[in-house]
């Protein structure tokens, strides 16, 4: 039998929750499969571990995690501790150190899922987004010149590596062909002259090695636009890290709400543990309550059940969600 070693960092406000409710449906899988079984350690990292340590997790947290098979995320982030720091700490630091560069998010609305949107029905918002998970927007790097002076400036630069182009685009073709589905890809070269003309440039060039996927790409205020007009258009997303971000909001939004947006942070060389993390954040004003919605929690360990390599267990969570 194969021992999967997981590391938890349930983390803050409904994190713990919402984890505790996922890790009872892996041991519930576990049992039933017979083929594997968990290990979890867990790791008291986040806010309030900030609060007594000055740091949310320690120096050689990466170090600590390496050798894990996987990371199960519950949520980062509360009052008290300013948010740039909690996230910048702990997860970015995790998703850029592990080079996760894979953000994986299913965007379908299950049956029985409330969507705001008129004349839709399950079926029409089947979408992966697949989000730039390792530069772009976030990368991190800027200045904060003349600090509190008249002359005061701040830049925040994006990148757009053409290494971290070209990999996030063939992992998306490399979907689209699997599944037969169409890739779009997100953009905003109208504006962004160089980011975003070299995505677009890069997207092109990666899709000479797929003639047989079927492309588009939508400028990102027409996508936000579509995906609530039309979502049926949309297959296969690929978009910059903060676009990304952006719109996989707004898809959590039309299937369902947060508490059912799963998402993964993938490595896929497997050179590092993935991450397994909710899409939602960690919610302080329902913390502790329990009514916070362990869905989303649990489809993400079904995702990590299908980077694990069973897959099946993914789809039967999904259907058992439905049911
Ligand atoms: C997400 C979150 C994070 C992000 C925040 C908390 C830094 O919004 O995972 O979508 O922007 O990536
Ligand atoms: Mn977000």
């Known amino acids: ?70 990371i199960l995320l519950g949520a980062v982030g509360y009052p008290g501790v300013p948010d740039h720091i909690s996230l910048r700490e702990l997860l970015l630091e995790i998703r850029h150190g592990f080079d996760q560069y894979i953000n994986l998010r299913p965007i379908k609305l299950l049956k029985g ?81 160089y980011s975003m003309v070299y995505w677009d440039q890069i997207f092109k060039e990666v899709g000479a090695d797929y003639p047989d996927v079927e492309t588009h790409s939508y400028l990102v205020d027409a996508a936000a636009m579509l995906m609530v007009k039309d979502p049926k258009r949309f297959q296969i997303v690929v978009a910059s890290n ?41 919610a302080p004003d329902i913390a502790g309550k329990g009514i916070a919605n362990p869905i989303a929690s649990i489809w993400t360990a079904g995702q990590m059940l299908t980077f694990l390599g069973y897959g099946e267990w993914e789809e039967r969570i999904v259907k058992a969600v439905e049911e």
């Open 113 to 193: 899922a409330p969507t705001p949107l008129k004349d839709v029905n399950v079926g029409d918002i089947d979408m992966t987004f697949i989000r730039e998970n390792s530069e772009g927007e976030y990368a991190g790097s800027g200045a904060w010149l003349y600090k509190d002076q008249p002359n005061e400036v701040v830049i925040q630069d994006s990148v757009f590596s053409r290494k971290g182009c070209e990999r996030v685009f063939r992992y998306a073709y490399e979907l689209a062909r699997k599944e037969g589905k169409s890739l779009t890809s997100i953009s905003k070269g109208n504006a962004l002259n």
């Open 1 to 70: 039998m194969d021992t999967y070693r997981i590391a938890v960092i349930a983390g803050d406000g409904i994190g713990p929750e919402v984890t505790a409710e996922s890790i009872k449906v892996l041991e519930a899988i576990s049992e039933k499969d017979g083929r594997f079984c968990f290990e979890f350690t867990y790791y008291p990292w986040g806010c309030e571990y900030y609060l007594k340590t000055g740091q949310t997790m320690p120096k050689d947290g990466l170090e600590i995690l390496k050798d894990y098979d996987a």
């Open 242 to 282: 903060l676009f990304g971000d952006i719109l996989t909001d707004l898809g959590a939004a039309i299937s369902g709400g947060m508490g059912l947006a799963a998402g993964a942070n993938i490595n896929p060389e497997r050179t590092f543990p993935s991450m397994f993390e909710p899409i939602h954040g960690s």
